[in-house]
């Protein structure tokens, strides 16, 4: 029973006031299964993603913390391809931080500004690790790839989906060229 009214009180306030670039909602009327979208901050590369994530809520919850994983494929050290999070208010102590007074929205805000500072010090992803650490321009690059192959909205189009989608016609530099040449004078053909 107090699960269930905690889980509505945070569920009216993430509705009525949510965190900036968060949204949640039950899934499929479930109060224990929960999805949230979360938006790439602006700045980093995942700026104008929207990722989706699957938050469980366990029977002992709030003395145990949400199970948390992100659906939307993501390149980040800290999230693997599974879209498991290693950060620590999802883990109880001594390994963790959780406690029962933190709640869906502020581990929403600490995933969100995991995906803005990243820690490298603590990797799932040993390989984005490195190099997030020794070659930040190849890891700012494969991020917003992966964030504009997999998060971008599709109304928006991504790159890829503008090129998949034109018609190889003449371009429009070659159209210009073509209008901007003198044309010679049609010569009429005047026959024997």
Same mark, same amino acid.
């Given at each position: ?95 963790? %931080? ?5 709640? @869906?929205? /502020?581990?929403? !805000? +600490? ?5 803005? $500072? ?41 790159? %890829? ?5 034109? @018609?190889? /016609?003449?371009? !429009? +530099? ?5 209008? $901007? ?12």
């Amino acid at each position: 029973m107090q699960r269930t009214s905690r889980l509505n009180r945070e569920m009216q306030l993430l509705n009525t006031e949510p965190p900036p670039g968060v949204t949640c909602w039950q899934h499929e009327n479930k109060m224990d299964d929960l999805r949230a979208q979360v938006v790439g901050g602006s700045g980093s590369p995942y700026e104008g993603g929207i990722f989706n994530l699957e938050i469980v809520i366990p029977e002992r919850y709030p003395f145990e913390p949400p199970k948390i994983r992100f659906l939307t494929p993501i390149y980040h050290p800290n999230i693997d391809t599974a879209g498991r999070i290693c950060l620590d208010i999802l883990k109880l102590p001594p390994k963790g %931080a959780w406690r029962p007074a933190l709640n @869906i929205s /502020t581990v929403l !805000t +600490s995933i969100q500004l995991l995906m803005n $500072e990243p820690n490298p010090d603590d990797p799932l992803m040993a390989d984005i690790s490195s190099e997030f650490k020794y070659n930040r321009a190849m890891f700012t690059s494969n991020a917003r790839k992966w964030t504009e192959q997999h998060a971008m909205p599709r109304t928006q189009g991504t790159k %890829a989906d503008l090129k998949e989608n034109v @018609i190889p /016609t003449e371009s !429009t +530099s070659q159209k210009r060229k073509s209008e $901007e040449l003198p044309r010679e004078p049609t010569k009429s053909f005047k026959g024997p």
